[in-house]
């Protein structure tokens, strides 16, 4: 798995939007049993954190030192450093392992080998993300050009799965039929700026160019932006499968 977040992993605390909690419950509603739960490449352990009221025991893995620091403590949250390939767990030791927008980074078939082992049966794997985000109309134009034109060079080739909202990835689960979900948020200009500056193509062009490639649209979206509602609007992805 290729680490492209720890050199801003505070930043990515910050502005990564959190899922609904509406679609936690909705993945709870599938799980038997609530001993213990496993949050694969946590990042800052937001999924974690949502996870924790309804098991005794969560936990939650990155490769990242860095993203592990930033992420929130609580007594039943058990963080460790270590591959998704590779956990390091006993075998059928969870209910429900969790990964969101971060299974495209993944060696498909080496991770579900290692799911298989660790879930119990009938435990379940909920694969989440979220798709590409829109707002207003003139906006969408300024955004939608930095996306595919400015650091559209500079995706990692995995980048396809989520432009096509997970559907392609492979997936070899009794899978369970989801819910759509969506995700909306007035946001900063602030906020839509730091977000767009996690992305690991913004990254990749700073290190290629030395110059922060938002700049390129500063002025532009902050014109459309004062005239807009604000509104932010993410398309959320979710796969169920069970063991």
Known sequence: MKDNFSAQSAAYSQFRPHYPAEMIQYILSHVQNFDMALDVATGNGQVAVALAPYFKEVYATDISTKQLENAKQLPNIIYKEGSAEETGFNNSQFDLITVAQAIHWFDFDVFYREIKRVLKPNGILAVMGYGVFSTNLDTDIIL?????????????????????????????????????????FTWTLEQLVGYLQTWSATQHYIKDKGVDPVHLIYNDLKTSWQKSDKQVFFPLLLRIGEV
């Open 144 to 184: 939608s050009h930095f996306y595919k034109e400015i650091v559209g060079p500079y995706w990692d080739a995995e980048r396809k799965y989520v432009d096509e909202n997970y559907t392609t990835i492979p997936f070899p689960f009794r899978e369970i039929e989801s819910r759509k979900f969506f995700n909306r």
